[in-house]
């Protein structure tokens, strides 16, 4: 019984570098949500989606960050010419159909930009 | 502005004695809440949950209270194990969003045996 995976666990960037991370939910959930968490803080909502829709994003950043939850594959987030201040632990959590408050978090991506 | 505050950042307890962690909210609009917990280098886990019809929500050693006219619910773990030790997070949902919660700042627990 597979969680939520998310890969790679640890990566490390330079400041404008891309930085991709991947979530994999729990096998049969179709909606995934993505967090971030800066240090000594508490989870921020980032994005909210469902297979191939983004239903909410209003925690996204305006620029730099995408995410996509394609019909066939992991969900992917991606962060554009990387500074400083993304570093953090992203985490992302999936829920079933309908069952949103049921949210499985993954074991997080700690993202480090030199 | 923290709309879900946790205002003691750790809390050291005796094993077999009760754990209560705190959490307070600004935003009326909240219509369910959640705590996780959470070991270093992994995801939260899901600990339990109340609705703001609720009073009380209760499974097994965990029980949650929740405070409308305050604004505040309290998570209570009796008896406390060492095994209990790590972070506990308040979240809560605005009611209409589609599951996006927002956390506190969390609260570090302790048992000690």
């Known amino acids: 019984n597979a969680g939520v995976m998310q890969n790679p666990r640890h990566l490390v960037r330079r400041r404008g570098q891309e930085a991709r991370l991947r979530c994999s939910p729990v096998k049969g959930h179709s909606h995934v949500y993505w967090y971030r968490q800066l240090p000594e803080e508490g989870l921020k909502f980032m994005v909210y989606l469902q297979k191939e829709n983004i239903i909410d994003e209003s925690g996204m950043p305006k620029e730099r960050f995408s995410a996509e939850f394609p019909k066939e594959g992991p969900s992917i987030l991606r962060i554009q010419q990387v500074v400083r201040g993304d570093s953090a632990a992203y985490f992302c959590a999936s829920s079933p159909p309908a069952s949103w408050e049921t949210q499985y978090f993954g074991p997080g991506t700690r993202l480090l930009v030199l | 502005d923290q709309q879900v505050k946790q205002n003691s950042p750790s809390l050291s307890v005796q094993e077999g004695r009760i754990s209560i962690l705190n959490c307070d909210y600004t935003n009326s609009m909240f219509d369910y809440f959640l705590w996780y917990k959470k070991y270093p280098a992994e995801g939260p886990t899901f600990l339990i949950s109340i609705s703001s019809i609720k009073d009380k929500n209760e499974d097994g050693r965990f029980t949650v209270f929740l405070n409308k006219s305050a604004k505040h619910l309290s998570l209570h773990i009796v008896p406390s194990q060492p095994g209990d030790s790590a972070v506990y997070f308040c979240?809560?949902?605005?009611?209409?969003?589609?599951?996006?919660?927002?956390f506190g700042k969390g609260t570090k627990l302790s048992v000690k045996p």
């Open positions: 979240a809560a949902r605005a009611g209409g969003s589609q599951g996006n919660l927002i």
